[in-house]
């Protein structure tokens, strides 16, 4: 009986089965409708997994670069710090070309104010100004760069790390204002020292006198030749800086800090200290006559 009932069951099975297909039978005029109604779904289907692949290698895509930008990122504020660094410990009374050329514009005075402060900042500090290319116009080149006397200027934190002692109350700005007036010194020497070299005919005979026995009793010694240098006896008409207690501390301050070499020369058979002024070690072209 049970095997009976159990074929019976199967038959009825079968029968619906057979019922529910004839229902999806479809007549003939219907047939071509049917077939364009499945091939633009199909089409649809394509399409929107097409549109799903590509979704997803853009996804793909942005979650490779993020380390990448995180690096930007971490590379943007170190440089951020960097220019915060310099724009702190650099015054404003640093000198400026009358005019540079960046990608074609020319910068004046007032047109610097069409960078912004950070790219300012490289400007000044010779670095990179965040794609800003600043191209040398004609006539400042390598050569014209290497006639100015080298100012490294003291930073805050530097002028904090040394000795309270040796600091005393100097101040960043203060050294560094002496640091500009001795280069000066420097300049007004290498101009001397370049006027008697090509005959010194616009000199006076003092002065082209006491050039010569600079030329060949200081510039020409070793550790002076080639670089920018000045005299104590500079100092004594000085404004920032003079031959005071005050001027001596700031000069022992600076020979401390790889700033100033002294050198021991004789000019008409008295012995003086010649100061040489050391260029910026992390811009070696810096500097050198």
Wanted: hydrophobic fraction near 40%; aromatic fraction near 4%; include cysteine.
């Amino acid at each position: 009986m049970d095997t009976c009932g159990d074929l019976g069951a199967a038959v009825s099975q079968r029968i619906a089965e057979l019922k529910r297909l004839a229902l999806l039978r479809l007549e003939d005029d219907a047939k071509e409708l049917f077939h364009q109604d499945m091939s633009g779904l199909e089409a649809s289907v394509q399409a929107l997994e097409d549109q799903f692949s590509s979704l997803k290698a853009f996804v793909q895509r942005e979650l490779s670069a993020v380390a990448k930008v995180e690096a930007l990122i971490d590379a943007s504020r170190i440089q951020s710090e960097h220019l915060h660094v310099i724009a702190t410990n650099l015054p404003p009374r640093l000198p400026r070309p009358a005019s540079s050329s960046v990608q074609g514009i020319s910068l004046t005075s007032t047109g610097m104010g069409a960078l912004g402060s950070g790219q300012l900042d490289a400007l000044k500090s010779g670095g990179s100004t965040g794609g800003i290319v600043v191209a040398p116009t004609a006539g400042d080149d390598a050569g014209r760069r290497r006639k100015e006397a080298p100012r490294w200027y003291v930073a805050e934190r530097e002028l904090e790390a040394v000795s309270s002692y040796l600091r005393g109350r100097l101040q960043a700005d203060k050294v560094n204002s002496a640091l500009d007036e001795l280069a000066g010194h420097a300049q007004n020497n290498s101009k001397l020292i370049a006027a008697v070299k090509g005959g010194g005919n616009k000199l006076a005979p003092a002065d082209r006198k006491r050039a010569t026995e600079l030329l060949h009793s200081v510039a020409a010694k070793d550790g002076v030749k080639g670089h920018y240098w000045f005299l104590e006896s500079d100092l004594r008409d000085g404004a920032a800086i003079k031959l005071d207690k005050t001027g001596k501390s700031i000069l022992t301050l600076l020979r401390h800090l790889g700033r100033l070499q002294e050198v021991r020369c004789s000019i008409d058979g008295v012995g003086t200290t010649v100061y040489v002024l050391v260029e910026d070690t992390r811009r070696p072209d810096f500097g050198r006559i």
